[in-house]
């Protein structure tokens, strides 16, 4: 069992939907980062999470540290939106290393 | 957050020859992380680089297959030596500041 698991693996929807994408994880963390990789290859970094939950524009995380669990929640989705969606946890016995779960690959359709 | 640059973006190399790769940072960092991402995959470590130190490999992993070099604070490259069509991957450096981990855009390689 990977210490990182994302659900769905997949996920198509269509443009205007409500999009959650969930994280969960079996290693202790300092912080939980929500990444996305568009078709080119580059990563950007969307959020850092230690505790409860982060906003930016239509992009929303959220992590319960007792469940080991973070969502990211995507309102009003654009096809602009997608790309695959990685979950990463910062743990401290792994000094700065991060370990990653599979990504999501989210789809769009106008 | 740090910027940083990283070449080439993508190269198409025949068997057998080797690619640098090379991450230019626009702040001082203390540790760089380069990653390969096979494709669909997610990304594995291959090494810390951390300056004026040998780099720190991960399992499955060697020195003479990715040599990488970290002259100082702002630059590190790494090689992909004697290439087979098995190291077709995505290469990323990343870089963690207290803003959280930035990562590069990317060398696609391609081995023919």
């Known amino acids: 069992k990977n210490e990182v698991e994302q659900s769905p693996q997949n996920l198509t929807a269509q443009e205007g939907e409500f999009i959650t994408i969930n994280c969960s994880y079996s290693?202790?963390?300092?912080?939980l980062h929500w990444l996305q990789q568009h078709p080119g290859g580059g990563i950007v970094s969307l959020f850092m999470?230690?505790?409860g939950k982060k906003k930016h524009g239509r992009l929303i995380a959220t992590i319960n540290i007792q469940e080991k669990h973070s969502s990211l929640h995507i309102t009003a989705s654009h096809p602009r939106d997608s790309a695959v969606y990685i979950c990463a946890a910062q743990a401290p016995s792994r000094a700065q290393k991060l370990v990653f779960g599979q990504g999501t690959r989210l789809t769009i359709n106008p | 957050s740090a910027v940083i640059s990283q070449k080439p973006s993508r190269d198409i190399c025949q068997r057998g020859t080797s690619l640098t790769i090379q991450c230019q940072v626009d702040?001082?960092?203390?540790?760089m992380f380069w990653y390969r991402q096979q494709p669909g995959q997610s990304l594995t470590l291959i090494a810390t680089a951390n300056q004026g130190s040998e780099a720190t490999y991960e399992s499955g992993f060697v020195i003479d297959k990715f040599p990488i070099s970290r002259p100082n604070l702002t630059f590190s490259t790494l090689t992909v030596s004697n290439m087979s069509p098995e190291d077709s991957s995505i290469y990323l450096c990343s870089v963690v500041t207290g803003a959280g981990y930035t990562f590069g855009s990317g060398t696609r390689l391609t081995v023919v």
């Open positions: 999470l230690s505790s």
């Open positions: 702040s001082q960092v203390t540790m």
């Open positions: 290693v202790g963390i300092s912080a």
